[in-house]
T-cell receptor, first 115, second 113 residues
Framework: DTEVTQTPKHLVMGMTNKKSLKCEQH?????MYWYKQKAKKPPELMFV???????INESVPSRFSPECPNSSLLNLHLHALQPEDSALYLC??????????????FGPGTRLTVL | GESVGLHLPTLSVQEGDNSIINCAYS??????FIWYKQESGKGPQFIID?????DKRQGQRVTVLLNKTVKHLSLQIAATQPGDSAVYFC????????????FGAGTRLAVHP
């Protein structure tokens, strides 16, 4: 089973709203990732968690706040977003046995629209 | 990979033909490469990977070739089917200790019956 699930599938929010994206995997993976993907562009890494600790933050604005409550769950809290933050937000996970060669498995994404 | 602006390069093939999708990567220190397939409205799906100590790897109907001399990666799909229509991304891992993927710009594969 290589399934990563994400909720919600779609989210529309105003610039003053606070919302959260959720990601879950039950493959026993210990690394989890958030990516942002704009239309017709490749995914861009935002955050990496390894063993529930934040290991990479790609200079993401503070209006995006990641959280890893346990090794199976990853959240992305959103607050005061801008319309240009509208994108597909992808979660991925990997074993974290060998960071150089572990395969990342992606979820279906949350399509976010900021009005 | 380089950004190609608003339009993805597109490869159009006839059903049953072989497809070759190319990718240039940027970092000669990259030691792991992956091809992903992304269908409309879905997340990227792992297809095949290759380590830098290899130059060819085969899967079911797919082959990845790695040329480290010119930093080039290709994905060959045999007997292309309509279900292969998607955007294909190559990705390189050059993070030196972190699993940080850098994706290429992507190529759209359109399979015509």
């Amino acid at each position: 089973d290589t399934e990563v699930t994400q909720t919600p599938k779609h989210l529309v929010m105003g610039m003053t709203n606070k919302k959260s994206l959720k990601c879950e995997q039950h493959m026993g993976h210990r690394a989890m990732y958030w990516y942002k993907q704009k239309a017709k562009k490749p995914p861009e890494l935002m955050f990496v968690y390894s063993y529930e600790k934040l290991s990479i933050n790609e200079s993401v604005p503070s209006r995006f706040s990641p959280e890893c409550p346990n090794s199976s769950l990853l959240n992305l809290h959103l607050h005061a977003l801008q319309p240009e933050d509208s994108a597909l937000y992808l979660c991925a996970s990997s074993q974290d046995r060998d960071p150089a060669t572990d395969t990342q498995y992606f979820g279906p994404g949350t399509r976010l629209t900021v009005l | 990979g380089e950004s190609v602006g608003l339009h993805l390069p597109t490869l159009s093939v006839q059903e049953g033909d072989n497809s070759i999708i190319n990718c240039a990567y940027s970092n000669s220190a990259s030691d792991y490469f992956i091809w992903y397939k992304q269908e409309s409205g879905k997340g990227p799906q792992f297809i095949i990977d290759i380590r830098s100590n290899m130059d060819k790897r085969q899967g079911q109907r797919v082959t990845v070739l790695l040329n480290k001399t010119v930093k080039h990666l290709s994905l060959q799909i045999a007997a292309t089917q309509p279900g292969d229509s998607a955007v294909y991304f190559c990705a390189e891992n050059a993070s030196g200790g972190y699993n940080k993927l850098i994706f290429g710009a992507g190529t759209r594969l359109a399979v015509h019956p």
